[in-house]
Each structure stands twice: as structure tokens, then as C-alpha cells.
T-cell receptor
Framework: KQEVTQIPAALSVPEGENLVLNCSFT??????LQWFRQDPGKGLTSLLL?????REQTSGRLNASLDKSSGRSTLYIAASQPGDSATYLC??????????FGQGTTLQVKP | GAGVSQSPSNKVTEKGKDVELRCDPI?????LYWYRQSLGQGLEFLIY????????KSGLPSDRFSAERTGGSVSTLTIQRTQQEDSAVYLC???????????????FGPGTRLTVL
């Protein structure tokens, strides 16, 4: 059974800092790994999807990496801004397409 | 273009009543997923539709929960005889392709917040 863990649960950083969010999964037979952002009281916004054959994906200040052999993914945020404050969720996709989510990392970027 | 929409945005009901939650996926998306998010359990998968069929219903918590999808588009999640533990945010997602593809990026709706009194 796939289990997804995110560390840390919460993170507070000053504006401008580069930071890394961690995601680990127990079953390496994933189809893809997706990173989402969730603002309070809102739905999920897809940030990046890394296919199982890929090692990383980049979008703007975001870079996500995937290492299936070690069961890890990281989300790197460069030059953080207060608007980046949100909860970040990673999710591993199984062969049926369903996503198994981690518990999330709540990020606060202080001006 | 329009994203995934869900209605109602909020639903308050009394214990024992039935509720219906609606999801309109992105036009042309063949796969549709229901999840629920609660404080104690995080985000949990409920059911997956490919077209109008549901090849994976493994996440439905009890037989009080059912879902259908018609015309390969709109889906309805029905909860019968609601219980307080059903209180959660119910999220719907759709993707252009479904199971077996490494590129089934899922796009989520805003959710329906269900409160059972």
C-alpha cells in the first residue's frame, strides 16, 4: 500500500530565501508525482507533474525532482515571496490514476 | 477556458438526510475523480470514472456512498443517511487521460464543504 510522507509539516522563512520541501513515498511503482498548492479554504492548484520516466520539471521559480529508486521528490522554491505562503501537497499516482497524498507542508514566507 | 466546477460550494444538512454533490469536469476530460479532505484524514481518494464507468471504487467508505457519471461529463456523488463523520470537503478532479498514462495531470475544483449537524 502506497504511503506518502511530507517533511516538514510547517515551515516559516523570510522573504527571498530559497527553500526545499520534501516528499517521500513507499512504493516506487508510481506513474507520476504531482505537486499542488492549496490556499486556505480553496481547492488544489496543480504546480508541476513529473512523469515516472523524468527526473525533474521546472516552472518559473519552482523546480521539482523525482528519484524513484529512493522514493523521494523535492520541490525547490527559489527567491520565496509572501505570495508563496500556502500549503504544498505532493501526490503519487498509481496505475489506476488515483492520487495518494501526503499530509502537506504549510509554508509561511514573512515579508 | 473553464475549470472544474462543483456545486453547491457549501452544504449543511441534518444527520440522516441524503445529499447530492455535483461536479462539472473540464470539457473533453475523460477521467474524473472524487476525493474528500478532512482534518483527521487528509486528502483521500473515493472513486475514479473513465467515461461513464467506474473501474476503481475502492475509496468509497461505505455503501451509503455512491456516484454516477452521465454523458461522459457531469458526475454526482450521493451520500445517503448522512452521519457527522461525513463532514468534510469533497473535491472533484478531472484529467484529459486516465489510468495507465503517466501524464494524467489532475485539475481540481473548488470543492463542496459538507457539514452534517
Amino acid at each position: 500500500k502506497q504511503e506518502v510522507t511530507q517533511i516538514p509539516a510547517a515551515l516559516s522563512v523570510p522573504e527571498g530565501e530559497n527553500l526545499v520541501l520534501n516528499c517521500s513515498f513507499t512504493d516506487s511503482a508510481i506513474y507520476n508525482l504531482q505537486w499542488f498548492r492549496q490556499d486556505p479554504g480553496k481547492g488544489l492548484t496543480s504546480l508541476l507533474l513529473i512523469q515516472s520516466s523524468q527526473r525533474e520539471q521546472t516552472s518559473g521559480r519552482l523546480n521539482a525532482s523525482l528519484d524513484k529508486s529512493s522514493g523521494r521528490s523535492t520541490l525547490y522554491i527559489a527567491a520565496s515571496q509572501p505570495g508563496d505562503s500556502a500549503t504544498y501537497l505532493c501526490a503519487a499516482s498509481s496505475n489506476t490514476g488515483k492520487l495518494i497524498f501526503g499530509q502537506g507542508t504549510t509554508l509561511q514566507v514573512k515579508p | 477556458g473553464a475549470g472544474v466546477s462543483q456545486s453547491p460550494s457549501n452544504k449543511v444538512t441534518e444527520k440522516g438526510k441524503d445529499v447530492e454533490l455535483r461536479c462539472d469536469p473540464i470539457s473533453g476530460h475523460t477521467a474524473l475523480y472524487w476525493y474528500r479532505q478532512s482534518l483527521g484524514q487528509g486528502l483521500e481518494f473515493l472513486i475514479y470514472f473513465q467515461g461513464n464507468s467506474a473501474p476503481d471504487k475502492s475509496g468509497l467508505p461505505s455503501d451509503r456512498f455512491s456516484a454516477e457519471r452521465t454523458g461522459g461529463s457531469v458526475s454526482t456523488l450521493t451520500i445517503q443517511r448522512t452521519q457527522q463523520e461525513d463532514s468534510a470537503v469533497y473535491l472533484c478532479a478531472s484529467s484529459l487521460v486516465g489510468a495507465g498514462s503517466s501524464y494524467n495531470e489532475q485539475f481540481f475544483g473548488p470543492g463542496t464543504r459538507l457539514t452534517v449537524l
